[in-house]
């Protein structure tokens, strides 16, 4: 595939996207023979980070200015030794080429945010690779959403970066026939078989060799699609056999015959474009033995940990504040249950139901925590795809993303609705007041919300479908209440259960409450078992605080 425009085409299922990936070093290499080339070289390690990749689905932060998105890719994937001058001037030409310039401070768009068109988010998501000026651009069917108009002014812009000498190489499904005239090099695929490969203007010409002719005012594009299926008047060179019942049960009319990919392919495999191909290939892979599809996993970032951390949070905190509705939602919940938490144990007495209704609020206040880190779980699964995209392109490490999401996420969603719910229910209920056992209740909150958020993360990771991964983490989420120390006595669980005690965010919690409130506190009842007289008070013992 040479310098120009190179478009590889079939049907659905043919196999487009995944030569695709092949052939940009980012599919799974296991099961794979044979290498990649690249001007007769074998991949670099880092190759796959010093090209372009543009996703079938946008991967842009949509509460972010087109402007914004194109900083934070030119910060974190080109050397710092370039200085940000030199970088804004890039950004500038980058925006002029894609006619991005009118739309530079206006936000991408979310589902609550109204933003800018699906050509110029399109157009978004090509900057965002060409920041690097990358000599080769790969694209996973670039006009998926766009009306016929706004496809073809994307392909005319790939066309005019291809005459600067770039690669572009690029999936697409059915494309019209002005976007087909476009194409300088065409890759047929038919059920994961290669049934043409060669300049796109003779591709007529050569199914027409093979008894398929294009009808006239036929889109070329529709026309090969339809002989690759088997399901056009242009397939005349086709047998077609009339079902006849008296012969259905012949062995000779059940032989199984080739499919008409299996067919097409062969015709390929004859032909004079094959041979060419197969010659050139065998001149440029001599002396390149070895499968280089191993070394270009090698992960190379442009960048330091500590820089990829800053854009990272930087990006998190906009993203927050521009989108303030999940945070705002948090706390308002969090509290009305406190309102409601603090209601029902207020003014809590120095007696036997004193103590049952301090651990009963304790208990609460650990479950709220927990149950409300649910949230992260959807905000991570949105961005899943971003975060993939700009992983695997080499913007970051999984820990700096991890940990700026971590630190952003803290203060809205998790330290202030601590703060909220600590504040609101410790004087309604009557906790002891003392200061250090104030401040130690809401660090102990925060903890258990940080701890339970980092959780949920975790469980986020794996799954794709926001209702599954809320059902695994409720299912852990109940196994940790079980074992907190309130609902089983854990002395009692038998020894091959026992274990799971370790496990519990909720245990550690409850234990940590109730260390800071019992401890020091006097209590007046008749039970002996559970009280033990001092002159006129009486106070629990330590033992049965676990």
Known sequence: MRPGMNAILGPTGSGKSSLLDILAARKDPSGLEGQVLIDGAPQPPNFKYISGYVVQDDVVMGTLTVRENFQFSAALRLPRSIRNKEKNERIDQVMKELGLTKVADSKVGTMLIRGVSGGERKRTNIGMELIIDPSLLFLDEPTTGLDASTALAVLLLLQRMSRKGKTIIFS??????????????????????????????????????????????????????????????????????????????????????????????????????????????????????????????????????????????????????????????????????????????????????????????????????????LSIVQLFIIEKKIFIHEYISGYYRVSSYFLAKLFVDLIPMRAVPSIVLATTTYFLIGFKLQPVAFFITLLTLVQVSITAASLGLAVAIGQDIIAVANLYLNVIFILMIIFSGLLVNLPSVVSWLAWLKYFSIARYSFTALQLNEFVGLNFCNSSESVFTTHGNSCSVHPEFIT
Request: hydrophobic share 40%; net charge neutral; proline share 3%.
């Open 172 to 373: 697409i499904h059915q494309p019209r026939y002005s976007i087909f005239k476009l194409f300088d090099s065409l890759t047929l695929l038919a059920s994961g078989r290669l049934v043409f490969h060669g300049p796109a203007k003779e591709a007529l010409d050569y199914f027409s060799g093979l008894g398929h002719s294009c009808e006239l005012f036929n889109n070329p594009a529709d026309f090969f699609l339809d002989i690759i299926n088997g399901d056009s008047t242009a397939v005349n060179a086709h047998k077609v056999i009339d079902f006849d019942p008296e012969l259905a049960l012949d062995s000779s009319a059940l032989k199984k015959e080739t499919t008409i990919a299996d067919n097409l392919a062969e015709e390929y495999s004859k032909s004079t474009y094959h041979s060419e191909m197969m010659s050139e290939l065998k001149k440029l892979s001599q002396g390149k033995v070895g499968n280089s599809a191993s070394v270009s996993r090698k992960i190379t970032y442009a960048t330091s940990f500590f820089h990829q951390l800053k854009w990272v949070t930087k990006r998190s905190v906009k993203n927050h504040l521009r989108s303030p509705q999940a945070s705002i939602a948090q706390v308002l919940v969090v509290l009305l249950l406190g309102l409601v938490l603090g209601i029902i144990f207020f003014g809590v007495p120095d007696d036997l139901a004193g103590i049952q209704n301090r651990a009963g609020a304790m208990f609460f206040l650990t479950n709220i925590q927990c149950f409300s880190s």
